[in-house]
């Protein structure tokens, strides 16, 4: 395709930012033009714009009226002046308050964890996909992925069926003998951990797939006729090869897990604290939207953050 | 590669597998139960299957899902395609790694900030400049189609990427213009990605419940924000059987997915 401009020619001084653009804005056609901007446009709107936008109102001050917060710009209309009134209110009750500081560790904590048996279920379902024949290896990759097109809400409802007080498990073990008062495992932190392993599944299963079945498997027969033993073997050449998918992995499931909603509010108790729902409470129940903005604000920069920049200089890439 | 596989191995794979179907079993098999209590058997019947048809608010709310879905997915398709085209083929432009960035960001970002931040923005434009003028179909459609764009962009770019541009080229030395290379040309060959692109958008859209519950205005229900508040009432037998109807169209669309790939591969042996 006709590259655009290739700007530092050897021996000759790069054209320096402002001068550099313009130069670049002028030979893009406009066919060109309008193909890039149409995407960025959109996403510059509706997906970068919003988080100015929280920002903004997460320094507002919560007001009975619609919407429910101040403006930050105060018009004096005698002295035709503008002030900015910037709260920063909400940023230090959130610090103050233990509440939402324990609400954040304890969504890492429950992210982390499941993120941990997460992996755990899925590496010896993706090692056995990577190397079974190509026609099983269909039919076993569609097994994982069938449930991921299905409702995730309707499977988590599954979930609650199995874990009730009156649930299958229950009755299955009550009447083993095996148990002879019910466990109690919905609404707490078990159950929670059990929703996130089994809702975000396949996208452990997915790139850890990808990144054995890239692996040259002559390495583990050349370990093994050197006499390295099978857990040598897998710790010392299987799982190191199997690193860029581990890590893709545990950040498409961590991630979204740390802000995670509907598993808590269905299957954790009451005492089951994330983030995510916290948010979730301070806006639907208690309408103070500066407040959950801030939430969202901090989660944003501490959490999230810096785990995207993570994501996009390493290989976790080559997940999608 | 058969070898290497220890007893070890399968069994745990195995459990994974069971893990992954046993709810969902169940739950099939407890939506043909008479019984209204879900963990006892009464013997089979179809009753609910009757009551969740005759339930006019499901309905509703699923009527509107596909409708949101399907415009979500189309929308999605049209600029995914764009956005995933212009990062692989467009060559260097300023902004690019920004867009790169913007493009995957939803893909990790938690729904509860992409909601919260989409119905802050809606509020302050109508502010602003008056639209949209409450929240309803057009503000669900709009931030579905956001999130559903990073996917298909996705798939489309590492489809482009992974096929090399010799047949571009080609068209390109027999004078093709831009507009008639990408209609003719690039858009057949990255066909199969943009219909798997349509069809995750789909069913993102029809999933999602966090995003819709922030940005839907009064009146405007999806299926996932009525389920879930069905959900947390208590038990609804009819949500079993809707739920089996889910699960039996997509394994008929994923049976026929697989048939089609093993008819291709006796065609194309490779």
Not at chain 2, 131 to 140: F, H, L, N
Request: glycine residues 6%; proline residues 6%.
């Amino acid at each position: 395709m006709n590259a655009p401009v290739s700007l530092n020619i050897p021996g000759q001084k790069p054209v320096s930012g402002l001068g550099r653009l313009i130069y670049t804005l002028r030979h893009l056609s406009i066919g060109r033009w309008t193909v890039i901007s149409l995407p960025s446009l959109w996403l510059a709107v509706f997906f970068f714009v919003p988080f100015l936008v929280v920002f903004k109102i997460s320094l507002a001050e919560p007001t009975i009226s619609i919407p429910p917060y101040s403006s930050l710009l105060e018009w004096d209309p005698e002295e035709s002046f503008a002030t900015l009134k910037l709260n920063l209110g909400n940023y230090i009750y959130l610090f103050e308050d233990t509440f939402y500081l324990e609400a954040y560790l304890s969504s890492i904590r429950i992210a982390a964890v499941s993120t941990f048996f997460t992996l755990l279920v899925a590496f010896p379902m993706a090692y056995l996909i990577a190397r079974s024949k190509s026609t099983t290896r269909i039919l076993l990759l569609s097994l994982v992925i069938l449930p991921f097109w299905t409702s995730f809400l309707l499977r988590v409802y599954a979930w609650m069926g199995f874990l009730k007080k009156n649930g299958l498990i229950n009755e299955f073990l009550l009447s083993f003998g095996i148990i002879d008062q019910p466990l109690t495992m919905l609404q707490t932190d078990f159950a929670v951990y059990i929703g996130i392993v089994y809702t975000y599944l396949p996208f452990m299963v997915l790139p850890l797939y990808t990144a054995l079945e890239k692996m040259d498997i002559t390495l583990l027969e050349a370990a093994e006729d050197l006499g390295g033993r099978p857990m040598q073997n897998f710790f010392l050449i299987t799982l190191p090869l199997a690193i860029p998918g581990i890590i893709a992995g545990c950040l498409l499931v961590f991630i979204p897990a740390v802000g995670e909603y509907v598993i808590p509010a269905l299957l954790g108790g009451s005492d089951t604290l994330m983030i995510g729902k916290v948010l979730w409470d301070e806006f639907f129940l208690n309408r103070d939207w500066p407040m959950a903005s801030a939430v969202a604000t901090v989660m944003l920069i501490v959490l999230v953050l810096p785990i995207m920049l993570i994501r996009n200089t390493n290989s976790g890439k080559e997940a999608f | 590669m058969q070898q290497r596989k220890s007893l070890f191995l399968n069994t745990s794979a195995t459990l994974g597998f069971i893990f992954l179907y046993a709810p969902i079993i169940a739950l099939i098999v407890y939506s043909f139960n008479k019984s209204k209590l879900v963990t006892v058997w009464g013997g089979w019947s179809l009753k609910w299957y009757s009551a969740l048809f005759n339930n006019e608010q499901i309905m509703t709310a699923a009527w509107l899902s596909l409708k949101v879905a399907f415009i979500s997915a189309s929308v999605a398709v049209v600029l995914g395609t764009l956005a995933g085209f212009v990062l692989s083929r467009m060559g260097r432009f300023p902004g690019k790694l920004v867009l790169s960035g913007w493009i995957t960001a939803p893909l990790v970002m938690p729904e509860v900030i992409t909601g919260l931040s989409l119905l802050l923005l809606f509020v302050a434009m109508e502010g602003a400049f008056g639209w949209p003028s409450g929240r309803g179909i057009g503000t669900i459609i709009i931030a579905h189609s956001t999130f559903c764009l990073a996917y298909v962009a996705v798939i489309v770019q590492s489809r482009l990427s992974a096929m090399d541009e010799s047949l571009e080229e080609a068209a390109m030395d027999l004078g093709a213009k831009p507009f008639s290379l990408f209609f003719l040309v690039t858009l057949p060959l990255i066909s199969p990605a943009i219909i798997s692109g349509w069809l995750l958008s789909f069913t993102l859209s029809l999933d999602d419940l966090v995003i819709a519950s922030f940005v839907s205005g009064p009146g405007n229900s999806t299926l996932p924000m009525v389920i879930f508040s069905k959900v947390r009432l208590g038990v609804t037998p009819e949500v079993n059987a809707l739920a089996t109807i889910m699960i039996g169209i997509v394994a008929l669309g994923v049976v026929g997915a697989i048939w089609q790939m093993r008819r291709q591969n006796k065609m194309l042996p490779d």
